[in-house]
């Protein structure tokens, strides 16, 4: 999963037997690709504050433009067609 932590740490945290640090709860939802505001219920269920603003839909404030933060991801690799040998 590429998340460093082992299976029985995570087992641990699945079971209740051990508590998440705040890094490992990052950590985790950012390689689970979880919305900023479903991290922020996750921080929360964890013991830990909110790290992630939210905004209503109407806010005024200034954003960044989501064609911006597209190209920032880059290309997405597409799958290799399976070549026969």
């Known amino acids: 999963m590429g998340a460093?932590?082992?299976t029985r740490h995570l087992s641990f945290v699945e079971t209740g037997r051990s508590v998440?640090?705040?890094e490992m709860v990052l950590r985790l939802s950012e390689r689970?690709?979880?919305p900023l505001h479903e991290r922020n219920a996750l921080?929360?269920?964890?013991?830990y504050a909110?790290?992630?603003r939210e905004r209503a839909l109407d806010d005024p404030?200034?954003?960044r433009p989501w064609w911006?933060?597209?190209r920032s991801c880059g290309p997405i690799?597409?799958?290799?067609?399976?070549?026969?040998s």
């Open 50 to 52: 909110p790290m992630y």
């Open 77 to 84: 690799p597409s799958p290799r067609a399976p070549t026969c």
């Open 61 to 63: 404030a200034p954003t």
């Open 4 to 6: 460093e932590i082992s």
């Open 32 to 34: 689970l690709c979880i």
């Open 20 to 22: 998440p640090s705040r």
């Open 68 to 70: 911006l933060c597209w």
């Open 43 to 47: 921080l929360v269920a964890a013991g």
